[in-house]
Every structure is written in structure tokens, then in C-alpha cells.
């Protein structure tokens, strides 16, 4: 909306300077057609400029701030240019080239910055050290998510917690992956496809979580997938979400932050000390004849002793020990009473 506003009053203004020029004194004297080309110009020229810059598909930054720079930016680069160009301008002062060039070339280079700047927020802050425009409150730093999270699909449960602030970023080039999954012969990886599809549409529809593709920048086809997904946290200056520990090593070589999910759900697990009591139901029998194993709802497994014969029904036991294992947490307790 705000860019539609800016592309009127760039074609209002540019309309206001043709009839300017068009009832000034040297039009007066000039040959008829004159002052009709001077106005078709000046009505050509804005359009044309807008056509230019809607080939150009980035777009974003904080609009006052976009606007702000881009008009201060805008006047020095024409003061500059009118600076450049006096040498060969006609000199009297009266000659209308003189008179409306600045003021025309003010007004196209007031819009170029103003529409640059709006168009490219994620780089702003490489063309201004140590000056950073956050997109929004909630948050500064990007989250980039792989194959493997998105597939996943945790991170949709975590995004709707409220875990995360910032905004997520999908790269196009994951997503790609993931639609061409979807239409795959092998059924497998359709319906990883199509899974992965379904969590993105999940975060979608959450008004309260912010997502984006973004495309990166002189991307190389060849590289692998993983090494594309730290280039562009590494241009976003973001952290990567992921499953995948070798991506979470590659990363940490090129120092770029990481989230593992799989760390993070084993430090959502509930933890237990010696005399802690827990209700679990029992579903089978342990490795030793008279224990019974069941599963808290995270799925640690619990091992409760001399309770064979409480299998099927739901015990409560008193934590006697913790073991972490490559596997999970195991604990083991002892029946403290049951009920069926």
C-alpha cells in the first residue's frame, strides 16, 4: 500500500513540474508542439520509471525509514549531479534546461531511493555499518528451517507455543525440494512431500507467526542442500532450525547458530530425582522376569521392579534412579500402590 502511495504522488508530482514548465515564459515563445511533448514526457517518464522498478520483485523496509533516506539520499545525489553536469549545461540562467533540470532529476532520484530502500530491508544493513532496521518486535534474528525440521513437523508445535519470536524463513530452494517430493512415484517420499507441505501451510494460517520464502543470492545449483541452508543464515545473519546433526556441525565450523529440535525436546523432558513419584501405566514386561516397563507422555520409559503382575494396569511408583541412554532417559522406580 505504502509503494502504491509513493508511485502516485511520484506520477502527481512528475504532472505538477510538466504544467509548471508548461505555463512558464519560454514556452510562450516556443513552437507549438513544445510544450505537448514536454507534458507527454513528463507523464512518460514516471511511468516508465515505475514499469522499471516493478520488474524488480524485492521489496520491504520500514517504510518512514525508507522514506526518510531515500529523499536525503535523493537530493544529495542531485545536488551532486547538478554539481557534475554545470560544465556542460547552456550558461545563461534564464535557459529553461537550466531552470527544470534539477528539479526534474530530483524527483526521479527521490524516487529511485525511496523505492531501493523499501525494496531492500534484509540488505540495508551492509550499506550502513552497525545500523540495523528490525522488521518487526518480534525479533532481529531470522530462523532458517531445513528439509528436516519442516518434515518433522515439531516446529510447528514449538512456533505456536510462542518458543519463538523471530520471524521463520523457508528458502525457496527447500521448498522446491519438498513440492517436488510431493508429486513423487516413491510413496515414501510423497508423503514426506506432502507432510512437509502440510506443516508449512499449518504456519501459514497462524496469524501470529511470521514466515517467509526468500530466494537466496548468487546461489550455485551444485552445492548440496545443507551447504546452501548455512550460506543463506550466513547472509541473513539468522540461526538454522534443524534435526540434523551433521548440518548443525557444518554450521558450527562456519559459525553460524544453530537450534537442534531433537536438543531441544530432550530439555522439555520432565526430569526426576531419587523419592520422586510417577503414575504410568504399565503395557509389558522388562528384561528382568518381575518388571513392568510403560511410558510417561513424552515418552520416557519408566521400569518399575516386583510389578509383573500389574501389567495392563496404571501403578504409582517412587523414582529410585535415572539413566540416560543414546535412546532417551530411562527410569526406574518401585510400586509405591496401583489401581486397576
Not at 552497525?130 to 528439509?147: C, I, K, Q, T
Amino acid at each position: 500500500m505504502a509503494l502504491l502511495i509513493l508511485r502516485a504522488i511520484f506520477v502527481m508530482v512528475s504532472v505538477g513540474i510538466a504544467v509548471l514548465i508548461f505555463n512558464s515564459g519560454a514556452m510562450q515563445s516556443a513552437d507549438i508542439w513544445v510544450p505537448w511533448a514536454v507534458l507527454a514526457t513528463m507523464v512518460a517518464l514516471p511511468l516508465t520509471v515505475i514499469g522499471v522498478d516493478g520488474l524488480i520483485r524485492r521489496k520491504d523496509l520500514t517504510t518512514i525509514t525508507a522514506v526518510y533516506f531515500g529523499l536525503l539520499i535523493g537530493v544529495f545525489l542531485a545536488y551532486v549531479a547538478m554539481l557534475a553536469l554545470t560544465p556542460i549545461l547552456p550558461m545563461r540562467s534564464s535557459d529553461p534546461l537550466r531552470t527544470w533540470l534539477p528539479l526534474i532529476l530530483g524527483c526521479v532520484l527521490c524516487y529511485v531511493c525511496t523505492s531501493l530502500l523499501l525494496q531492500t530491508r534484509n540488505d540495508f544493513r551492509f550499506l550502513i555499518p552497525f545500523v540495523e532496521f528490525a522488521r518487526d518486535v518480534r525479533g532481529l534474528r531470522p530462523n532458517v528451517l531445513d528439509m528436516t525440521t519442516i518434515v518433522d513437523g515439531r516446529i510447528a508445535d514449538l512456533a505456536e507455543a510462542g518458543i519463538f519470536e523471530s520471524r521463520f524463513v523457508v528458502p525457496s530452494f527447500v521448498l522446491d525440494e519438498l513440492q517436488t517430493a510431493a508429486s513423487s512415484s516413491d510413496k515414501q517420499r510423497r508423503t514426506r512431500g506432502r507432510r512437509g507441505l502440510d506443516i508449512l501451510a499449518r504456519l501459514r494460517a497462524n496469524e501470529t507467526i511470521d514466515i517467509d520464502v526468500i530466494t537466496p543470492r548468487d546461489t550455485t545449483e551444485n552445492l548440496s542442500m545443507e551447504t546452501r541452508v548455512v550460506d543463506l543464515a550466513g547472509q541473513l545473519g539468522g540461526r538454522i532450525v534443524t534435526i540434523d546433526s551433521g548440518l548443525a556441525k557444518l554450521a558450527g565450523v562456519q559459525t553460524v547458530p544453530t537450534i537442534n529440535i531433537n536438543d531441544v525436546s530432550l530439555a522439555l523432558k520432565q526430569t526426576f530425582v531419587p523419592g520422586d513419584a510417577v503414575n504410568v501405566r504399565l503395557v509389558k514386561q522388562g528384561e528382568e522376569p518381575d518388571q513392568g516397563v510403560g511410558y510417561l507422555d513424552d515418552g520416557t520409559m519408566v521400569v518399575v521392579e516386583n510389578s509383573r503382575e500389574q501389567i495392563g494396569r496404571t501403578v504409582q511408583a517412587s523414582v529410585t534412579s535415572t539413566l540416560q541412554t543414546s535412546a532417551g532417559r530411562l527410569v526406574f522406580a518401585r510400586p509405591l500402590s496401583h489401581s486397576a
